[in-house]
């Protein structure tokens, strides 16, 4: 095992363990956003920068900085190394560089796409981003594509990522999609629309952070926030059948896998779930879905609310207001 501090916080993890999985370990706050980096896909990571750290020591050996701001989903943590994340200002600040960057070709239709409320690059931009844009280029367009029957793909969207083509390579038999040219003509592309006809093909919506790849079976019916979301389950001979069912009244409007608290899929599920069973009916429910208060899905929620969170919540909020406009004042000093 391996000691390292991130943001003042000691933890212990095994050799090899990259900084940003050290992170989630210890939790909370601390751990660096990840737009690329996928827990259950093997060599995702690497390709957004939103994870930028500054190493402050880069081990109990050799304690010298890092010279620049690393990665770190793939920068693996040393012994005696020391991060600093949100308690650094210049990783604060290249994180706001970070999501205009990735805005840059963005139509920023979050009014009309079917992602919002559950985007990633949304989420990112509102904790992280600014309320303005310097681009003045004329961004790139694509027009939106069919792959296969059940998905769209609208490329002005994308992020380049690269997870749905990790889910293609390393969830189906054959990979027939993959990205295209390089620079600003990077796609993602299907090598001539060829149709993706594979069992798990479904996961790719899941995986994608932004509103690039969504489900044709879905698209327009609802907003997320109006859905109910339960966990059910049924017996699948293919994957786990473990799914998240998202209800309006009895319809149940789309069936999802389940992510875990990072937003990323933990059991893959296949298509005929995905697609082939929405009647509740063809499943056992187990009950509401958490969903975590501070997202919009929670709104219209019906999850019994936890009072005693509530009441700290709000507290605290009074008491961060009230700072504020003490120090707005002058009245108190910091
Ligand atoms: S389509 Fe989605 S998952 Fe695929 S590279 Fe683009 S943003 Fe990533
Ligand atoms: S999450 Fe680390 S570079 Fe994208």
């Not at 000691?3 to 050290?22: H, M, N, R, S, Y």
């Not at 690039?212 to 019916?221: H, I």
């Not at 919009?296 to 008491?319: C, F, G, P, S, T």
Request: charged letters at 30%; hydrophobic letters at 35%; a neutral charge.
């Amino acid at each position: 095992m391996i000691k390292v501090t991130i943001d003042g916080i000691v933890t212990e993890v095994p050799e090899g363990t990259t900084i940003l999985q050290a992170a989630r370990q210890i939790g909370g706050e601390i751990v660096p956003p990840a737009m690329c980096y996928y827990s259950t896909l093997k060599n995702s990571g690497g390709k957004c920068r939103a994870c930028l750290v500054k190493v402050a020591a880069g081990s109990a050996k050799d304690p010298r900085p890092m010279p620049k701001l690393v990665p770190s989903c793939i920068t693996m943590a040393q012994d005696g190394m020391v991060v600093e994340n949100i308690t650094n200002p210049s990783v604060l600040e290249t994180r706001k560089g970070v999501v205009e960057f990735l805005l840059l070709n963005h139509p920023l239709d979050c009014p009309i796409c079917d992602q919002a409320g559950e985007c990633d690059l949304q989420n990112f931009a509102y904790e992280h981003g600014m309320s303005k844009t310097r681009y003045e280029e004329e961004r790139r367009t694509f027009e939106p594509i069919d792959i296969g029957d059940k998905i769209k793909l609208h490329m002005n969207r994308c992020i380049l990522c690269y997870r749905c083509t990790y889910v293609a390579d390393q969830l189906t038999d054959n990979r027939v999609h993959g990205v295209l040219n390089r620079g600003d003509h990077a796609e993602i592309s299907t090598y001539i629309e060829k149709a993706i006809d594979n069992d798990y093909s479904g996961n790719m919506i899941d995986v994608c952070p932004v509103g690039a790849l969504t489900d044709k079976t879905f698209r327009f019916k609802s907003r997320v926030w109006f859905t109910k979301p339960l966990d059910a389950h049924r017996d699948c001979p293919k994957c786990s059948g473990k799914v998240v069912l998202w209800t309006k009244g009895e319809d149940v409007l789309r069936v999802t896998a389940r992510k875990d608290q990072y937003g990323e899929v933990k059991e893959f599920i296949c298509n005929e779930c995905r697609y082939d069973h929405k009647d509740m009916k063809h499943w056992v429910v187990e009950g509401p879905r958490h969903i975590d208060r501070g997202s919009v899905i929670a709104q219209n929620h019906y999850e019994k609310i936890d009072l005693l969170k509530l009441k700290q919540d709000v507290e605290r909020q009074l008491k961060f207001q009230a700072g504020k406009q003490l120090d707005a004042n002058n009245t108190l000093s910091a």
